[in-house]
Every structure is written in C-alpha cells, then in structure tokens.
C-alpha cells in the first residue's frame, strides 16, 4: 500500500489559511533557511513556477509521484494560468464542475473520491500520494491519509479554514519527527495510529 500523505502549512491555531483560504501571511516564512530545507527535502511540492527559480528543474522526486487537490485549491494555478503547476507528478484534481481536464497531465475525479483514492493507493510503487488540499477535501479523506506533515508559522489566525473541513472526531496519530527553523517554523511528521 502507498501512503496518502497530507502535507499542509497552516497556523498556530490549526488554519489553512483566512476565512477564504488566503495563506498569503505564511509567505514571509520562506527565508533561505526554510526554502533551502524545502527545496532539498520537499522538492517535490514546489510547483513548476517556483521548481525554475530553485534549480529544480528536472530534481528527482524523493516522497510523491502523485498529487491530489480539490478544484478550489487547483483554481489557484488556473487563475494564474498554469494548467498543470505540479507537471512533475501525476496530478488529480477533485471536481464535479470542470468537466473536461484543461490539461493532459492532469485527471479530474468527479465520482468516488474515496474509491479512487483507495486504488491509487493500492498501486505498486515506491512514492507515495501528496494530499495537497484543501480543507474541503482533507475533510472527505481524513479516513484514509496515512501521515501527517505540518508546516506551521507561527502566527495566530483565529478564525479561519480549518486543516479539515469535516465535524467532529478523534482520529489519533504518533509523532514520529519535529524540525524546527530559526524563524519559528515547525515541520512535524504523524504518522496514523491504524
Ligand atoms: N495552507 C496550505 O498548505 C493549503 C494547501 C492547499 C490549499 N490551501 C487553501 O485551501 C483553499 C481551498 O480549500 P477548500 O476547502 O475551499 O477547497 P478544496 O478542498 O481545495 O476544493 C473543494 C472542491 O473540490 C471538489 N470536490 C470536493 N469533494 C469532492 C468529491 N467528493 N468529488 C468530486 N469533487 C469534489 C469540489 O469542486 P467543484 O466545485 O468543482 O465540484 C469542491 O468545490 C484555497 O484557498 C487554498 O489556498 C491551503
């Protein structure tokens, strides 16, 4: 079985971003020994306009072949024109309303999430599968995500969109790995307690 991994930034307080999902405050964070920590360990969740301005291009990928988003978060590449911001990694975006995918690399999930997700998993293979968000469809998954890696700045939101978009529950996790940066970011690793 390949892993599902969600790996996330969010705040303090456990916020993806704003109210609307703006993460936009977590960008001061990306200072050179950050970035270079992400870079060298994480290449693999750099889209393709941030890949050319690290040397990235054409990096092999160390944790993911594959790559999940819902339509909301994947709109963000739309609007600025990037059809395919994750082009090293099979990309599948969750979405009953955008139809046709506008771009080859990219699948559209329309139906069955949780049974797609299921038989990506069951795929033979060394990588695993990065949940990238957002909130909505971290909520729809939460059953199935594997390990936990959250980014998180520090600062406050208090209020915002949650790491899950689903009700309540205890879901228990085992951390298995903390880093933590001269700017006050932390990077923790949980693995799920099946
Ligand atoms: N801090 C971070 O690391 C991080 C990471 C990722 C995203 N984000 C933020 O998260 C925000 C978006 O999160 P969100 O919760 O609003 O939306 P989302 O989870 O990215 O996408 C929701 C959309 O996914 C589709 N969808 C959901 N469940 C589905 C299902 N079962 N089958 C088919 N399609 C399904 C629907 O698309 P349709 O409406 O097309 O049907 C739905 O509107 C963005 O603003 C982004 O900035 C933050």
Redesign the pocket.
Known sequence: MRKLTY????SIDGF??AP????SS?FAFLDEEFLGYLAAQWPDTIPVQGREQLGLKGAENLHFDTVV????????ALDAGVTSPYGHLREY??????GTSPDPNVTV??????GRIRELKAEEGELGIWL?????????LLDEIDELVI?TYPQVYGAG?PMF?TGFAVTDFTLEDVRTFGNGVVVRTYARKR
């Open positions: 790996f996330v930034a969010c993806i971003g609307d999902g703006d993460a977590m988003q819902g339509r909301a978060s994947y709109q963000l975006v969750a979405s009953r309303s955008l999930i329309e139906e069955d999430l949780v990238c968000g957002g909130s909505q469809v971290a909520g729809e980014k969109m978009g």
